[in-house]
Nanobody, 124 residues
Framework: GPLVESGGGLVQPGGSLNLSCTASDFTFSNYYMSWVRQYNGKGLDWVAE????????RYADSAKGRFAISRDNAKMMLYLQMTDLQPEDTAMYYC??????????????????WGPGTQVTVSS
């Protein structure tokens, strides 16, 4: 598909993970990009959003100070650096693209593309 996440795994509380999202077959640099997560099929939990050039970044309160979203338009890549992970961060993490700013999403349908997800499990 157009977006594929990687980098998830099992980490102990307080640990770190770096997620990546590889984009293909669309003009990545024209799209806002977001990270969202979902726990056990429940509602979407928005994590962070970055504008097309990486100049305007917003985070959910739960991510502020711990997570960092970034993008490399030349490589068509999106990243999420996660530190001080806690059990409540356990979820499937998805990258998603949108032509316009979405902010806090209600459903995946607010995005043009999203990936299959990568699982992050925080447990001792």
């Amino acid at each position: 598909g157009p977006l594929v996440e990687s980098g998830g795994g099992l980490v102990q509380p307080g640990g770190s993970l770096n997620l990546s999202c590889t984009a293909s077959d669309f003009t990545f640099s024209n799209y806002y990009m977001s990270w969202v997560r979902q726990y056990n099929g429940k509602g979407l939990d928005w994590v962070a959003e970055i504008d097309t050039r990486g100049n305007n970044i917003r985070y959910a309160d739960s991510a502020k100070g711990r997570f960092a979203i970034s993008r490399d338009n030349a490589k068509m890549m999106l990243y999420l650096q996660m530190t001080d992970l806690q059990p409540e961060d356990t979820a499937m993490y998805y990258c998603a693209s949108s032509e316009f700013r979405v902010g806090v999403p209600r459903t995946f349908l607010q995005y043009e593309y999203w990936g299959p997800g990568t699982q992050v499990t925080v447990s001792s």
